[in-house]
């Protein structure tokens, strides 16, 4: 079992959640944050003009999936929520150690 974290630009959102919705994902979590990157958050444009320096508001989707299916929701990740742009995002990838679904008490795959 692995978790796909990826860091996209907030309107990439609805688009990257239908792509992999088509995948057949069967959860997702998004959280608001800010970060920056190499550029530490300058000269990026944001919603047309210069966000503050430093922090820029991104969405983090965190997908917990069989790990067979890594490289089909990385690539689908990468793709959908490319702009070509500074600022795209990042995808990292980490195991699980175990996933419990509270209902049934499923475990691993089975939970998720
Ligand atoms: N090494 C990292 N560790 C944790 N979070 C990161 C890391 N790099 C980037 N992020 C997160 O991803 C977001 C987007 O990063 P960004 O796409 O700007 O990376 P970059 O390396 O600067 O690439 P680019 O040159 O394409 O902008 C950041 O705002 C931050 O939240
Ligand atoms: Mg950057």
Redesign the pocket.
Known sequence: VTRIEA???PHKVEEVKEELARLGLTGLTAHE???????R?QK?LYRGGEYATG??P?V?LEVVIPTPLVPRVVDTLTRAARGG??????I?ASPVIEAVRIRTGDRGEEAL
């Open positions: 860091i996209i630009q944050v800010k970060g920056f990157g190499r550029q958050g990026e922090f820029l991104k983090k742009r500074i600022g795209d995002g990042k990292f």
